[in-house]
């Protein structure tokens, strides 16, 4: 055989080899499935058993529908993005631990000291003051307060109130107030208001808290009444609740920087809008677990006593120095349009 014949063979088999590659791989493309979007991490400081983690789950859901499915969100609840601390939420947002976020303007104070002005004590004690503080003027500070702390805030929505619930007695006044020892969130502002009311305000975990209860070391809880129920306060024998409406809440949804810069535009209009829809029905989801959970404490023997107008004025004062203190924090532009918004939302 010639050697002109053993290369042409040689060259016939590499062309057979290349045409049956080229079907081969032609094959598994077409059989391949499309790449999975890339899948962004959501964080929330609770579960969707809570109207805040419901609207976390709410949003994920609706990112997927808007946006065709070409974005994808993962919830994460328990701040574990966050080291399970909802103080460090903001940071995790920031820093890209996490990519979203949807959280309490209370918590997010600790980086973003203008969103403290919302739980100013007694600024915003009805439902409309606390709504008139998530839109308009005042929402419109608090994003630019957000972009300036280093995250996109896309949207805001009432979050309700933080009540007080006790063992050995009901608190209708200030002086009822005075010598608790209340377990709260670790919140500075927090602190400062069970100070300036007489009482002491411990932080700790809620593992530990149950014996404290138990053995007398506490006789207080702070928080919404969601918590009062889910926490089933009634079993550690907790008798009473405090509707006062002392300090509010909003939500804030906002996407990490980098995130939001890598979107096309459309993708940005399509997480923008699910967060705007998922804000909107916060304050429903917020006011039948409000109801839910004070119709079950009343059901497991507990007192639950809304304080009236009056009342509220009595605390409000007792905590004005606290109020100055952390107005102060804020910011005294924010806190005008704050107690403009407020004042204009009170017949």
Do not use: C
Not at 39 to 54: I, N, T
Not at 113 to 119: A, H, Q
Not at 216 to 221: E, T, Y
Not at 253 to 267: I, K, L, T
């Amino acid at each position: 055989m010639t050697g002109t014949s053993m290369g042409n063979r040689a060259w016939r088999g590499l062309l057979a080899v290349a045409a049956l590659g080229f079907v081969v791989g032609n094959v598994a493309a077409q059989d391949a499935k499309p790449d999975k979007p890339k899948e962004y991490r959501l964080s929330v400081a609770v579960g969707p058993a809570f109207a805040l983690g419901k609207a976390g789950e709410r949003w994920v859901k609706l990112i997927g529908e808007k946006s065709g499915g070409r974005v994808a969100a993962a919830l994460h609840p328990g701040a574990t993005l966050a080291q399970r601390d909802p103080g460090r939420e903001f940071l995790a947002l920031r820093d890209g631990a996490a990519d979203l976020a949807v959280g309490s303007s209370l918590h997010w104070s600790a980086q973003v000291k203008e969103l403290g002005v919302v739980g100013l004590p007694w600024l915003a004690p009805e439902p409309r003051q606390l709504d008139a503080l998530a839109q308009g003027d005042v929402a419109a500070a608090l994003a630019a307060a957000v972009e300036r702390a280093g995250a996109v805030p896309l949207a805001f929505a009432p979050l309700g109130h933080r009540e007080l619930a006790t063992w050995t007695r009901a608190v209708h006044t200030p002086a009822d107030a005075a010598g608790l020892k209340v377990r709260i969130a670790a919140v500075p502002m927090l602190n400062d208001l069970y100070a300036g009311l007489a009482a002491q305000a411990v932080a700790v975990a809620f593992a530990g808290a149950q014996s404290a209860f138990a053995s007398g070391a506490l006789d207080a809880q702070e928080g919404p009444v969601a918590l009062f129920a889910s926490t089933r306060l009634y079993a550690l024998g907790a008798k009473h609740v405090t509707v006062w409406n002392g300090v509010g809440e909003i939500a804030v949804f906002a996407v990490n920087r980098a995130v939001w810069d890598g979107w096309s535009a459309a993708e940005r209009d399509a997480v923008r809008d699910a967060a705007r829809d998922a804000a909107r029905e916060l304050p429903e989801l917020v006011r039948q677990e409000a109801a839910t959970a004070t119709a079950e404490l009343r059901a497991r023997g507990m007192t639950v006593a809304t304080l009236t107008a009056a009342g509220r004025a009595a605390f409000a004062t007792a905590a004005r120095p606290v109020y100055e203190k952390w107005a102060a924090a804020a910011g005294e532009e924010i806190t005008r349009l704050a107690e403009t918004a407020v004042k204009a939302a009170t017949p």
